[in-house]
Nanobody
Framework: QVQLVESGGGLVQAGGSLRLSCTASGGTFSSYAMAWFRQAPGKDREFVAGISRSGGTTEYTDSVKGRFTVSRDNGKNTVSLQMNTLKPEDTAEYSC???????????????????WGQGTQVTVPS
């Protein structure tokens, strides 16, 4: 059983930056592909960024490419999401998710992830 705890959300003005972190416990972190999802009020959950178990492969949704960077530290059991040039449309609850895998694949479907954090709110006022 893997437990995921996010931190780093908050309120930031448009154009600002935030760094989200997700710390995992209870499993072999390097066995899991990790991803960040977000859900805004009244909208479906959306894949934001993902990183393979080794950290060698990353994937981003088009709307955050060039602004967000996902990284992981397998020695510290953490995955981070650096978010720059934030926009009001980035406002959402952000959750990290883990998927046990033996490959470097990153899946965009949240239903394929086994473990989820509780979420952290990011608000960018318009």
């Amino acid at each position: 059983q893997v437990q995921l705890v996010e931190s780093g959300g908050g309120l930031v003005q448009a154009g600002g930056s935030l760094r989200l972190s997700c710390t995992a416990s209870g499993g072999t972190f390097s066995s899991y592909a990790m991803a960040w999802f977000r859900q805004a009020p009244g909208k479906d959950r959306e894949f934001v960024a993902g990183i393979s178990r080794s950290g060698g492969t990353t994937e981003y949704t088009d709307s955050v490419k060039g602004r967000f960077t996902v990284s992981r530290d397998n020695g510290k059991n953490t995955v981070s999401l650096q978010m720059n040039t934030l926009k009001p449309e980035d406002t959402a609850e952000y959750s990290c998710a883990a998927r046990r895998t033996v490959t470097e694949a990153i899946l965009l479907n949240g239903g394929r992830y086994e473990y989820w954090g509780q979420g952290t709110q990011v608000t960018v006022p318009s």
